[in-house]
């Protein structure tokens, strides 16, 4: 028989393993920030983050601009009593050094304490928001809330697959863009050759999203094309040189084409617009590309198209 001893330190071993595979830090689909989270917090079902299963707990993960932490910082630093009866904390993260602020509010007539959480990010900042109710305070404290903030880390990408696993529609070509990132989760995707930090509109990028509106009815459908095609992102003196009705997978679409100026470095650009007429909805395939690199990017955008699927 093996010793007492050796028998308690190999259970010990084993409960060390698994205690630190239970603290390993989990990422809601989607999101670049990732936590620990509290005993009874699951996945949520309608937002990124995590919930309980009466969806009373609720902890949101986002994205903000990367300069926002900055500026939470520095009014941090120029008043660190805070305001209107809220000081904020700082509190050191595996992320780096996080503020975060606690109150107590009303959701409708429930009585709940929110805690909001800023950090830093390579390029962005992440932000967390936890609303805990009444009845569920002697769980979720402040101080639990606190170790679960104080777990939370940042990872630079999302992994393709799961962005693409989002979406509600299959992608099967990429067309050998170099960065794939969601805008918002579920809800739209971005394909480009450059970043963020240089600019989109220097070099091919498409936006691939899903609408909640559509023509309402066949004969509207040019008018609608042309009308959602003004609102395209960051295009200045946009001229429409072609629009015209298209079939997409077998249904009814709009094509609808413009020479504009995108970005900071006023870039002529040529845009490419579909549209693929659903029930209530409408998917929406934007193409731009530097002019003088149409031909080639125009082909790029319509393999992308084309390998666009619904979900069975």
């Keep these: ?56 707990v609720k902890v949101l993960v986002t994205e903000l601009p990367a300069e926002a932490y900055g500026e939470v910082a520095s009014a941090f630093k120029a008043n660190p009593g805070g305001s209107g009866g809220i000081k904020p904390e700082s509190i050191e993260t595996p992320a780096g050094l996080a503020y975060y602020t606690v109150e107590s509010a009303k959701d409708g007539t429930t ?121 395209i992102p960051g295009v200045r003196d946009g001229k429409i040189t072609m629009s015209e009705p298209v079939r997409i997978d077998g249904q009814p679409g709009y094509e609808t084409r413009i020479d504009a100026i995108s970005g900071k470095d006023n870039t002529p650009v040529t845009i490419v617009q579909w549209l693929r007429f659903g029930s209530g909805t409408s998917l929406r395939i934007i193409g731009s590309s530097p002019r003088d690199e149409w031909p080639k990017a125009f082909t790029r955008f319509r393999a992308v198209r084309d390998g666009i699927q619904p979900r069975g």
Excluded at 17 to 45: E, I, N, Q, S, W
Excluded at 195 to 208: A, C, L, N, S
């Design 1 to 56: 028989m093996k010793p007492v001893r050796y028998l308690i330190a190999v259970a010990l071993g084993i409960a060390s393993t698994c205690a630190a595979f239970a603290a390993d830090p989990v990422f809601a689909p989607g999101a670049k920030v990732g936590m620990t989270p509290l005993v009874g917090l699951v996945k949520a079902r309608s937002f990124v983050g995590f919930e309980t299963e009466d969806q009373g």
């Design 111 to 231: 009585n709940v304490r929110r805690y909001s959480m800023i950090l830093p990010g390579p390029s962005f900042s992440g932000y967390v928001a936890v609303q805990v109710p009444e009845n569920a305070a002697k769980i979720y404290t402040d101080d639990a809330v606190r170790q679960m903030f104080a777990s939370a880390v940042i990872r630079n990408e999302v992994p393709v697959d799961e962005q693409l696993g989002l979406m509600p529609f299959k992608m099967t070509e990429l067309s050998a863009f170099k960065n794939v990132r969601t805008l918002a989760p579920g809800a739209a995707l971005v394909l480009a050759d450059g970043d963020e930090k240089t600019g989109f509109e220097v070099q091919p990028f498409m936006i691939i999203g899903m609408i909640g509106s559509t023509a309402a009815s066949p004969d509207d459908r040019g008018r609608f094309a042309q009308q959602i095609a003004t609102t």
